[in-house]
């Protein structure tokens, strides 16, 4: 039986942790087992180093470290099975809560929006992270993950754009178009591109390409057309803009106070700096080619409103300083007009809606023109 | 004959558990050694795959440890926890019928004793 040194042993553990087994566990445990080998299978007089790099190959295909590996694996199996059961808990759970939420939200019952908070939550950061590192685990190239990952962040900024929105939160519309253009320009060309050159995976790869391609088309046309265009908005704001016109012509030449004078020359400029947006042309136009081409839109814009909240605030203080200067019943009516709803919320409100609000206070003036002269 | 790793890989931590219940406590190299002898060289179990199950049956808690200094170095020394001595005879028993139902499976004649 062969006597092994203090030294020799320090040579092995050397060596095996050089050779890349971290776990202290089984350092001791490789050590004493080629210790006992050595003891057990060497020769009083033989050569310890010969005999140990031979014994040691015996332990491996390729490198030493693939024993730490296959425990680390070993050690990790149970915990993958646990977080796929989350993983799918947490898909379903934002699934159920998000469909419960927006029920909720259609039926203005309270407590639609925490729901529709939380289903946000678990689903992008639970669900898809967890998809991300179960997913990443079976793939092997470097490419391959990035692709997913990117994705992912896809998907999570495409499930915050639908809560900013939801929740009139700013910032909802810059956060969707980084989406889109994440996915469209970014994800979708490297998903594609490394796919279609895999035979087992180019069907599904084109497949897939075309129905997200298909998806963002339908959402980025929902984007755009967004509020949903109705023509009947557009033609009662130009039967309004006649009716105003005509009461003009009516009215005497007397000089009505500067006040109201204030309130109507607010209204014009925001008016023609709405028109200028919708149709190009910042004249006046009622005809009805004009009108075929005018775009409804929302009064928020992708970089927020604009010269247009200037521009509104100046005719809110005109109409507040009008307001205070005459008495009751010819006061202009603002409620659950733009000229009410806070900033935060205007988001909600068409430049349609608002050409309509401003018009209707320049007939109110018109139709109160008498008070308005007596004013003077 | 020494039979393919593919085979091993699937019985081995039954074997573990086995050897185990029937020797109290031992540690790895006795453990390859215990198999050797016992299937006359036909079972050589690899240090590769050895250790690992150790590793994941010992986090699992069906295996308690307990550790020896041999001068510079350390014994571990392995033997079945509560739950592993349960797990061992269920092992075995699968096992067993498992081996029974292969029989039938791949119609195997048993040469008589």
Redesign the interface.
Known sequence: MYC?T?KQ??YILNDIRRNGIE?E??Q??????I???IEQQLEDDGDFERFYHATVR????HELH??EE??I???T??NFYQMKKFMLMSGLFSAVTFITGSFFKIMHWPGASVMLVLAFFAFSLLFLPMVFVLKTREMNQLRDKWILGLGTLAGILYCASMLFNVMHWPGARIIWFITLILSAFVVLPLYFTAGVRRAETRVNTIVTSVLILGFLGVQFTLTAIRPIATRGDIYTYARNELLLDNLSKQASNAAVSELAAKVNAACNELKLSLLKEATGDSALHTDDHTLAHMRQQSMQGLFGYGNKLALLNALKSSVKNYNTAVAAPARIPVANTILDVPVNQMGAYSNVDALNNIVQVQLFLAVNRPAAVAMR | MIYSSELIKGTLKTIVLKMLEDNRKM???EI?QKVKELTKDRIQL????L??????LE??GLLTTE?EY???????YYSLSPSGKGKARERVSELADFMETMKLLLDIQVKPA
């Open positions: 092994i203090d042993v320090d776990m566990d089984l001791l445990n490789l050590l004493d087992h210790c006992c080998i015996q332990f491996y295909k693939e024993i296959e425990t694996n070993l050690l199996f149970k | 540690y790895g190299y390859t690899t240090e590769g795959a250790y690992p199950t150790l590793h994941a986090n699992d550790t041999i001068g510079k170095r350390v014994r571990k």
